[in-house]
């Protein structure tokens, strides 16, 4: 037991040592304003793989970014490749100079995001639904903005501190 112990807490703080941080991308040549970004119509095409790299799904998305002074409100319509539809609509609050929260129906509390350069960091747990069953999971989610206003997102979602897959996603505003 003392070894499993041992090995646990190894594991905790290896794995707290390579957390980026918003601030790391400070001197970015090109700033993400996520309002800016996401206002008017926004297109994006993803994928979820499962823990062990298997692709399971793919998608796109047609955004409608709505800003009234410090929210943003997204529209989001997805199409997956079996043909599901669904919608979820963000409600993004600008709560300091580079500090979001935001909230949707499926998120669980509240999301927390920050800027820093071209970079957003956004935390969020969500229930997810899988088959005919709901699944709350933690979703960290790191947002780049590229060149050409590519915006490249790859979040880790896990459950009980558990990687159980990834989402990569490629927005665009020329389509």
């Known amino acids: 037991m ?26 970015s040549s090109q700033p993400l304003d996520l309002f800016d970004y996401f206002e008017g119509h926004t297109r994006a095409w993803g994928l979820f ?14 955004i409608v970014g709505t800003v009234d ?3 943003l409100v997204l529209d989001e319509s997805f199409l997956y490749t079996d043909g599901e539809h669904q919608q979820r609509r963000w409600t993004i609050r ?54 050409d206003g590519i915006l490249l997102n790859r979040a880790e979602m896990s459950k009980f501190g558990i990687r159980v897959g990834d989402v990569t996603i490629s927005f665009s505003k020329k389509f």
């Open 2 to 27: 003392k070894h499993v112990i041992t090995v646990l807490l190894a594991t905790l703080v290896t794995t707290g040592c390579g957390t980026m941080n918003p601030k790391d991308f400070a001197d």
């Open 49 to 62: 793989e499962d823990r062990f790299g298997k692709l399971r799904r793919q998608f796109h998305v047609d």
């Open 69 to 71: 002074g410090d929210t």
């Open 94 to 147: 600008r709560t300091g100079k580079t500090s979001y929260s935001g909230q949707a129906a499926d998120v669980v509390g509240e999301a927390h995001g920050e800027t820093g350069g071209n970079a957003l960091h956004w935390t969020y747990r969500m229930d997810l639904r899988v088959g005919e069953r709901q699944l709350r999971v933690a979703f960290d989610d790191w947002m780049f903005l590229q060149p």
